[in-house]
């Protein structure tokens, strides 16, 4: 079982910007696929990042493209969520998600809440116009 936690979410106006962290615990870090959702109420989680446990290959949602910037730092045990030019439609709940096992599968893999073990708590983004 690894634990996430979450945390750097706000309010801030559109345009501006936010850096969302998620630590975890357990000694094996460097093996875990990282991701971000994002749920707003009444709907499911919706992808928005992920950085392979290898750490050479990331993916975005088209809607963050351009916009977020996924990051680790296997020595904090910590990836990072940089998100820029932030606008009302961001506003969401985003949770930190683990794979705790690696593994070799295709982008469409990662962008599925079930190819991830383990969960944070969320933190709130609002986003205002």
């Known amino acids: 079982q690894v634990h996430l936690v979450e945390s750097g979410g706000g309010m801030v106006q559109a345009g501006g910007s936010l850096r969302l962290s998620c630590v975890a615990s357990?000694?094996?870090?460097?093996?875990?696929?990282m991701a971000w959702f994002r749920q707003t109420p009444g709907k499911g989680q919706d992808f928005v990042s992920s950085i392979l446990w290898r750490g050479d290959t990331q993916y975005y949602a088209d809607s963050v493209k351009g916009r977020f910037s996924i990051s680790r730092d296997n020595a904090k045990n910590t990836v990072y969520l940089q998100m820029n030019s932030l606008k009302p439609e961001d506003t969401a709940v985003y949770f930190c998600?683990?794979?705790?096992?690696?593994?070799?599968?295709?982008?469409?893999?990662?962008?599925?809440?079930?190819?991830?073990?383990?969960w944070g708590q969320g933190t709130q983004v609002t986003v205002s116009s």
């Open positions: 998600a683990a794979e705790s096992t690696p593994s070799y599968y295709s982008g469409s893999y990662y962008y599925s809440p079930s190819s991830y073990d383990n």
């Open positions: 357990g000694r094996r870090f460097s093996d875990y696929t």
